[in-house]
Protein backbone atom coordinates (compact mmCIF):
# COMPACT_ATOMS: atom_id res chain seq x y z
CA UNK A 1 0.00 0.00 0.00
CA UNK A 2 1.61 3.21 -1.44
CA UNK A 3 2.19 5.83 1.45
CA UNK A 4 0.59 9.81 0.17
CA UNK A 5 1.33 12.36 2.40
CA UNK A 6 -0.46 15.84 1.56
CA UNK A 7 -0.25 19.17 2.92
CA UNK A 8 -2.67 22.10 2.61
CA UNK A 9 -1.75 25.64 4.95
CA UNK A 10 -5.55 25.56 6.32
CA UNK A 11 -8.49 23.60 6.69
CA UNK A 12 -10.44 25.82 4.41
CA UNK A 13 -8.48 24.89 1.73
CA UNK A 14 -9.67 20.92 2.17
CA UNK A 15 -13.53 22.22 0.29
CA UNK A 16 -11.35 22.20 -2.81
CA UNK A 17 -10.37 18.40 -2.07
CA UNK A 18 -14.13 17.39 -1.56
CA UNK A 19 -14.42 14.26 -2.31
CA UNK A 20 -10.84 13.37 -3.75
CA UNK A 21 -8.85 11.75 -0.27
CA UNK A 22 -11.83 9.29 0.01
CA UNK A 23 -11.78 7.96 -3.88
CA UNK A 24 -7.65 7.30 -2.97
CA UNK A 25 -8.43 5.93 0.15
CA UNK A 26 -10.74 3.39 -1.73
CA UNK A 27 -7.74 2.91 -4.13
CA UNK A 28 -5.45 1.41 -1.76
CA UNK A 29 -3.45 4.36 -0.29
CA UNK A 30 -2.41 5.09 3.21
CA UNK A 31 -3.46 8.98 3.15
CA UNK A 32 -2.01 11.04 5.46
CA UNK A 33 -2.73 15.23 6.06
CA UNK A 34 -0.43 17.94 7.36
CA UNK A 35 -2.87 20.79 8.06
CA UNK A 36 -3.62 23.78 10.83
CA UNK A 37 -5.40 23.03 13.35
CA UNK A 38 -8.98 23.21 13.58
CA UNK A 39 -11.94 21.69 14.44
CA UNK A 40 -13.82 21.38 11.79
CA UNK A 41 -11.04 18.78 9.97
CA UNK A 42 -12.73 15.40 11.54
CA UNK A 43 -16.52 16.24 10.01
CA UNK A 44 -14.76 17.10 6.79
CA UNK A 45 -12.47 13.89 6.29
CA UNK A 46 -13.23 10.25 5.90
CA UNK A 47 -12.69 8.17 9.36
CA UNK A 48 -9.31 7.01 7.82
CA UNK A 49 -7.09 9.24 6.86
CA UNK A 50 -4.39 10.11 9.51
CA UNK A 51 -4.30 14.15 10.22
CA UNK A 52 -1.21 16.08 11.63
CA UNK A 53 -1.92 19.43 12.77
CA UNK A 54 0.81 21.92 12.53
CA UNK A 55 0.04 25.38 13.10
CA UNK A 56 0.60 27.50 9.71
CA UNK A 57 0.57 30.81 9.28
CA UNK A 58 -0.58 32.34 5.32
CA UNK A 59 1.49 35.18 5.97
CA UNK A 60 5.50 35.15 6.08
CA UNK A 61 6.51 34.81 9.86
CA UNK A 62 10.19 33.23 10.12
CA UNK A 63 10.08 32.30 13.45
CA UNK A 64 6.80 30.72 13.45
CA UNK A 65 7.73 29.26 10.03
CA UNK A 66 10.87 27.18 11.55
CA UNK A 67 8.79 25.95 14.29
CA UNK A 68 6.80 24.35 11.78
CA UNK A 69 8.80 22.98 9.59
CA UNK A 70 11.04 20.93 12.00
CA UNK A 71 7.38 19.85 13.06
CA UNK A 72 7.08 18.61 9.34
CA UNK A 73 10.05 17.28 9.16
CA UNK A 74 9.78 15.30 12.02
CA UNK A 75 5.98 14.16 10.02
CA UNK A 76 8.12 13.31 7.34
CA UNK A 77 10.45 11.01 9.08
CA UNK A 78 7.76 8.78 11.15
CA UNK A 79 5.63 8.74 7.78
CA UNK A 80 7.97 7.92 5.21
CA UNK A 81 5.88 8.60 2.45
CA UNK A 82 6.66 7.36 -1.25
CA UNK A 83 4.45 10.22 -2.46
CA UNK A 84 3.87 13.92 -1.38
CA UNK A 85 1.43 16.10 -3.24
CA UNK A 86 1.16 19.65 -1.24
CA UNK A 87 -0.56 22.92 -2.59
CA UNK A 88 -1.24 26.22 -0.87
CA UNK A 89 1.89 28.65 -0.35
CA UNK A 90 3.07 27.72 2.89
CA UNK A 91 2.23 24.22 3.22
CA UNK A 92 3.94 23.60 -0.22
CA UNK A 93 7.15 25.39 0.60
CA UNK A 94 7.36 24.00 4.13
CA UNK A 95 6.65 20.64 3.44
CA UNK A 96 8.08 20.41 0.01
CA UNK A 97 11.49 21.54 1.85
CA UNK A 98 10.72 18.44 4.35
CA UNK A 99 10.22 16.05 1.62
CA UNK A 100 13.70 16.55 -0.56
CA UNK A 101 15.32 16.70 3.39
CA UNK A 102 13.78 13.15 4.11
CA UNK A 103 14.32 11.96 0.49
CA UNK A 104 10.60 11.35 -0.50
CA UNK A 105 10.89 9.67 -3.64
CA UNK A 106 8.01 11.73 -5.55
CA UNK A 107 7.52 14.95 -4.72
CA UNK A 108 4.80 16.62 -6.67
CA UNK A 109 3.88 20.15 -6.33
CA UNK A 110 -0.03 21.25 -7.21
CA UNK A 111 0.10 24.94 -8.59
CA UNK A 112 -3.39 26.10 -7.74
CA UNK A 113 -2.23 29.87 -8.54
CA UNK A 114 0.89 32.50 -7.57
CA UNK A 115 0.33 35.37 -5.75
CA UNK A 116 3.21 37.39 -7.09
CA UNK A 117 1.67 38.23 -10.37
CA UNK A 118 -0.19 40.81 -8.09
CA UNK A 119 2.30 42.40 -6.44
CA UNK A 120 5.49 44.24 -6.48
CA UNK A 121 8.68 45.23 -5.94
CA UNK A 122 10.49 43.75 -2.69
CA UNK A 123 7.35 41.08 -1.83
CA UNK A 124 7.05 39.99 -5.92
CA UNK A 125 10.88 39.13 -5.47
CA UNK A 126 10.45 36.96 -2.86
CA UNK A 127 7.40 35.13 -3.82
CA UNK A 128 8.75 34.64 -7.08
CA UNK A 129 12.12 33.10 -5.36
CA UNK A 130 9.51 31.06 -2.79
CA UNK A 131 7.34 29.32 -6.10
CA UNK A 132 10.74 29.11 -7.88
CA UNK A 133 13.07 27.17 -4.69
CA UNK A 134 9.61 24.67 -4.43
CA UNK A 135 9.41 24.31 -8.13
CA UNK A 136 12.93 23.26 -7.92
CA UNK A 137 12.57 20.57 -4.69
CA UNK A 138 9.51 19.36 -6.78
CA UNK A 139 9.81 16.11 -9.11
CA UNK A 140 6.78 17.08 -10.97
CA UNK A 141 4.35 20.18 -10.91
CA UNK A 142 0.76 19.91 -11.64
CA UNK A 143 -0.78 23.68 -12.81
CA UNK A 144 -4.12 23.60 -12.29
CA UNK A 145 -4.95 25.43 -15.95
CA UNK A 146 -3.04 25.59 -19.30
CA UNK A 147 -2.33 29.06 -19.13
CA UNK A 148 -0.72 28.70 -15.35
CA UNK A 149 1.02 25.93 -16.74
CA UNK A 150 2.58 28.96 -19.36
CA UNK A 151 3.34 31.50 -16.63
CA UNK A 152 5.35 28.94 -14.81
CA UNK A 153 7.32 28.03 -18.07
CA UNK A 154 8.14 32.04 -18.95
CA UNK A 155 8.50 32.95 -15.68
CA UNK A 156 11.17 30.05 -15.67
CA UNK A 157 9.94 28.50 -12.18
CA UNK A 158 10.23 25.25 -13.74
CA UNK A 159 10.74 23.74 -17.48
CA UNK A 160 8.07 22.96 -19.59
CA UNK A 161 8.64 19.24 -19.59
CA UNK A 162 8.66 19.45 -15.59
CA UNK A 163 5.02 20.85 -15.32
CA UNK A 164 1.82 18.88 -16.25
CA UNK A 165 -2.05 19.74 -16.25
CA UNK A 166 -4.77 16.80 -15.77
CA UNK A 167 -7.12 17.05 -18.14
CA UNK A 168 -8.65 19.99 -19.35
CA UNK A 169 -7.66 21.38 -16.05
CA UNK A 170 -9.43 22.37 -12.30
CA UNK A 171 -7.75 20.89 -9.18
CA UNK A 172 -10.19 18.61 -8.09
CA UNK A 173 -13.21 18.79 -10.78
CA UNK A 174 -16.59 19.08 -9.94
CA UNK A 175 -18.90 16.84 -8.27
CA UNK A 176 -22.27 17.59 -10.28
CA UNK A 177 -24.37 15.68 -8.18
CA UNK A 178 -24.02 18.85 -5.60
CA UNK A 179 -26.16 20.63 -7.98
CA UNK A 180 -29.29 18.39 -7.62
CA UNK A 181 -30.78 21.63 -5.84
CA UNK A 182 -33.05 20.80 -2.49
CA UNK A 183 -35.98 22.78 -3.55
CA UNK A 184 -36.63 23.62 0.22
CA UNK A 185 -33.40 25.17 0.64
CA UNK A 186 -33.16 27.24 -2.07
CA UNK A 187 -36.82 28.72 -1.37
CA UNK A 188 -35.54 29.51 1.79
CA UNK A 189 -32.21 31.49 0.88
CA UNK A 190 -34.21 33.09 -1.94
CA UNK A 191 -36.61 34.28 0.93
CA UNK A 192 -33.75 35.66 3.06
CA UNK A 193 -31.91 36.77 -0.14
CA UNK A 194 -33.71 37.74 -2.64
CA UNK A 195 -37.34 37.83 -1.92
CA UNK A 196 -37.67 40.02 -4.97
CA UNK A 197 -38.44 37.98 -7.73
CA UNK A 198 -38.59 41.21 -10.24
CA UNK A 199 -34.93 41.56 -9.41
CA UNK A 200 -32.44 40.72 -11.13
CA UNK A 201 -29.22 39.25 -9.17
CA UNK A 202 -25.84 39.48 -10.42
CA UNK A 203 -23.90 37.22 -8.43
CA UNK A 204 -20.34 36.39 -6.73
CA UNK A 205 -18.95 33.37 -4.84
CA UNK A 206 -15.85 33.77 -3.08
CA UNK A 207 -13.22 35.95 -1.27
CA UNK A 208 -14.21 39.60 -0.95
CA UNK A 209 -10.68 41.15 -1.74
CA UNK A 210 -8.72 43.37 -4.14
CA UNK A 211 -6.88 40.62 -5.85
CA UNK A 212 -10.42 39.06 -6.63
CA UNK A 213 -11.30 42.28 -8.19
CA UNK A 214 -13.98 42.89 -5.99
CA UNK A 215 -13.26 47.20 -6.10
CA UNK A 216 -14.19 46.96 -9.60
CA UNK A 217 -17.45 44.80 -9.19
CA UNK A 218 -18.88 47.03 -6.69
CA UNK A 219 -18.22 50.28 -8.57
CA UNK A 220 -19.70 48.80 -11.56
CA UNK A 221 -22.53 47.44 -9.61
CA UNK A 222 -22.92 50.82 -8.24
CA UNK A 223 -23.30 52.83 -11.33
CA UNK A 224 -25.78 50.17 -13.00
CA UNK A 225 -27.75 50.41 -9.92
CA UNK A 226 -27.88 53.72 -10.56
CA UNK A 227 -29.19 53.34 -14.15
CA UNK A 228 -31.81 50.28 -13.25
CA UNK A 229 -33.52 49.93 -10.67
CA UNK A 230 -34.30 46.02 -10.62
CA UNK A 231 -30.53 45.11 -9.64
CA UNK A 232 -29.28 43.31 -6.88
CA UNK A 233 -25.70 42.19 -6.06
CA UNK A 234 -25.50 38.79 -4.17
CA UNK A 235 -21.77 38.83 -2.47
CA UNK A 236 -21.31 34.76 -0.96
CA UNK A 237 -18.52 35.13 1.00
CA UNK A 238 -16.60 37.45 3.58
CA UNK A 239 -13.49 40.40 3.66
CA UNK A 240 -9.98 39.39 4.12
CA UNK A 241 -7.85 41.18 6.36
CA UNK A 242 -4.23 40.30 4.15
CA UNK A 243 -6.26 41.97 1.36
CA UNK A 244 -8.51 44.59 2.45
CA UNK A 245 -10.94 45.86 -0.38
CA UNK A 246 -10.75 50.05 -0.53
CA UNK A 247 -12.18 51.57 2.27
CA UNK A 248 -14.98 53.03 -0.33
CA UNK A 249 -15.87 49.77 -1.35
CA UNK A 250 -16.52 48.57 2.21
CA UNK A 251 -18.45 51.31 3.38
CA UNK A 252 -20.69 50.64 0.01
CA UNK A 253 -21.15 46.62 0.31
CA UNK A 254 -21.98 47.13 4.27
CA UNK A 255 -24.55 49.88 3.41
CA UNK A 256 -25.95 49.65 -0.22
CA UNK A 257 -29.30 48.87 0.28
CA UNK A 258 -29.17 46.39 -3.05
CA UNK A 259 -26.08 44.87 -2.05
CA UNK A 260 -26.40 41.26 -0.08
CA UNK A 261 -23.21 39.87 1.65
CA UNK A 262 -23.66 36.68 2.65
CA UNK A 263 -20.11 36.00 5.11
CA UNK A 264 -17.91 32.83 4.46
CA UNK A 265 -20.24 30.14 3.40
CA UNK A 266 -18.85 26.43 3.73
CA UNK A 267 -20.98 24.64 1.10
CA UNK A 268 -22.31 27.10 -1.85
CA UNK A 269 -24.12 25.15 -4.25
CA UNK A 270 -27.43 26.56 -3.75
CA UNK A 271 -26.68 29.49 -3.59
CA UNK A 272 -25.99 30.00 -7.50
CA UNK A 273 -29.70 28.80 -7.93
CA UNK A 274 -30.24 32.58 -6.71
CA UNK A 275 -28.54 34.38 -9.06
CA UNK A 276 -29.55 35.66 -12.89
CA UNK A 277 -25.45 36.28 -13.95
CA UNK A 278 -22.37 35.19 -12.15
CA UNK A 279 -19.37 37.13 -12.42
CA UNK A 280 -15.71 36.78 -11.55
CA UNK A 281 -13.89 39.94 -11.88
CA UNK A 282 -10.32 37.92 -10.55
CA UNK A 283 -7.21 39.95 -11.18
CA UNK A 284 -5.55 36.68 -10.73
CA UNK A 285 -6.25 32.75 -10.46
CA UNK A 286 -5.05 29.23 -10.80
CA UNK A 287 -8.15 28.15 -12.20
CA UNK A 288 -11.94 29.69 -11.95
CA UNK A 289 -13.35 27.02 -10.16
CA UNK A 290 -16.27 29.02 -8.86
CA UNK A 291 -16.99 29.70 -12.97
CA UNK A 292 -17.92 25.53 -13.10
CA UNK A 293 -19.60 25.92 -10.03
CA UNK A 294 -22.15 28.44 -11.63
CA UNK A 295 -22.37 26.74 -15.12
CA UNK A 296 -22.97 23.66 -13.43
CA UNK A 297 -25.95 25.46 -12.06
CA UNK A 298 -27.38 27.11 -15.12
CA UNK A 299 -26.05 30.12 -14.80
CA UNK A 300 -24.67 32.25 -17.55
CA UNK A 301 -20.83 33.24 -16.71
CA UNK A 302 -18.65 36.49 -16.90
CA UNK A 303 -14.98 36.56 -16.08
CA UNK A 304 -11.48 38.44 -16.77
CA UNK A 305 -9.01 38.02 -19.42
CA UNK A 306 -6.29 36.66 -16.68
CA UNK A 307 -4.56 33.75 -16.00
CA UNK A 308 -6.56 30.75 -14.51
CA UNK A 309 -9.99 32.68 -15.03
CA UNK A 310 -9.90 32.22 -18.82
CA UNK A 311 -9.27 28.78 -18.95
CA UNK A 312 -12.50 27.97 -17.42
CA UNK A 313 -14.82 29.05 -20.19
CA UNK A 314 -14.70 29.26 -23.76
CA UNK A 315 -15.50 33.14 -24.63
CA UNK A 316 -18.83 33.69 -26.39
CA UNK A 317 -19.90 29.92 -25.86
CA UNK A 318 -20.01 29.66 -22.22
CA UNK A 319 -19.64 32.93 -20.99
CA UNK A 320 -17.95 36.35 -21.39
CA UNK A 321 -14.34 37.19 -21.01
CA UNK A 322 -13.92 41.19 -20.04
CA UNK A 323 -10.48 43.03 -19.42
CA UNK A 324 -9.07 42.80 -15.84
CA UNK A 325 -10.35 46.34 -14.30
CA UNK A 326 -12.19 47.31 -17.11
CA UNK A 327 -15.31 48.17 -15.24
CA UNK A 328 -17.35 49.94 -18.35
CA UNK A 329 -16.55 46.26 -19.87
CA UNK A 330 -17.95 44.51 -17.22
CA UNK A 331 -20.88 46.63 -16.76
CA UNK A 332 -21.88 46.07 -20.74
CA UNK A 333 -21.77 42.34 -20.25
CA UNK A 334 -23.48 42.25 -17.46
CA UNK A 335 -25.93 44.42 -19.27
CA UNK A 336 -25.74 42.32 -22.45
CA UNK A 337 -26.52 38.83 -20.58
CA UNK A 338 -29.40 40.17 -18.06
CA UNK A 339 -30.94 41.58 -21.42
CA UNK A 340 -30.41 38.83 -23.91
CA UNK A 341 -32.02 35.85 -22.60
CA UNK A 342 -31.93 33.54 -25.45
CA UNK A 343 -27.37 34.45 -25.01
CA UNK A 344 -27.58 33.50 -21.40
CA UNK A 345 -29.58 30.48 -21.70
CA UNK A 346 -26.90 29.56 -24.78
CA UNK A 347 -24.12 29.74 -22.23
CA UNK A 348 -25.74 28.34 -19.02
CA UNK A 349 -26.57 24.97 -21.43
CA UNK A 350 -22.99 24.70 -22.89
CA UNK A 351 -21.39 25.64 -19.89
CA UNK A 352 -23.36 22.92 -17.82
CA UNK A 353 -22.69 20.47 -20.84
CA UNK A 354 -19.09 21.14 -20.68
CA UNK A 355 -18.73 20.86 -17.02
CA UNK A 356 -20.14 17.25 -17.58
CA UNK A 357 -17.58 16.24 -21.05
CA UNK A 358 -14.57 17.88 -19.28
CA UNK A 359 -14.55 18.45 -15.73
CA UNK A 360 -16.39 15.77 -13.31
CA UNK A 361 -14.18 15.00 -10.45
CA UNK A 362 -13.75 11.01 -11.78
CA UNK A 363 -11.96 12.24 -14.40
CA UNK A 364 -9.14 14.46 -12.59
CA UNK A 365 -9.03 11.51 -9.75
CA UNK A 366 -8.44 9.57 -12.30
CA UNK A 367 -5.68 11.12 -14.20
CA UNK A 368 -4.03 11.89 -10.62
CA UNK A 369 -4.02 8.20 -9.93
CA UNK A 370 -2.45 7.58 -13.05
CA UNK A 371 0.94 10.18 -12.00
CA UNK A 372 0.99 8.09 -8.80
CA UNK A 373 0.90 4.85 -10.89
CA UNK A 374 2.34 5.71 -13.18
CA UNK A 375 5.80 8.06 -12.75
CA UNK A 376 9.23 6.28 -12.41
CA UNK A 377 11.70 7.82 -10.19
CA UNK A 378 15.17 6.91 -10.36
CA UNK A 379 15.71 6.79 -6.57
CA UNK A 380 19.74 6.52 -7.35
CA UNK A 381 19.14 10.24 -8.56
CA UNK A 382 15.89 11.19 -6.96
CA UNK A 383 17.27 13.15 -3.91
CA UNK A 384 19.26 15.51 -6.43
CA UNK A 385 18.00 19.02 -7.27
CA UNK A 386 16.80 19.28 -11.33
CA UNK A 387 19.59 20.95 -13.10
Not at 168 to 194: P, T
Not at 366 to 377: A, G, I, K
Request: net charge negative.
Amino acid sequence: MAKLLMGVTSSISLQLLRGQLEYFSKQGYDIHLICSPSGEIDRMLPENITVHNVRMTREIAPFSDLLSLLRIIMIYLKVRPDITNVSTPKASLLCMIAAFLTRTPMRIYSVIGLRFETCTGKKRKLLHFIEKLVCKLSTTCLAVSSSLKEVLVEERLAPREKVHVLGSGSYNGLDLAEFQFDVVEVAHLKKQYSPDNRRKVIGYVGRLTKDKGIDDLVAAFTELSEEHENLKLLLVGDFEEGDMVSPLTEKRIEEHPDIVKTGFVPKTASYYRLMDVFILPTYREGFGNVILEAAAANVPVITTNVTGAKDAIIPNETGLLVEAGHVADMKKALMTLLEDTDLADKFSRNGRMRVGREFRSEIIWHQLDSVYRETEVDKQDVYEMEK
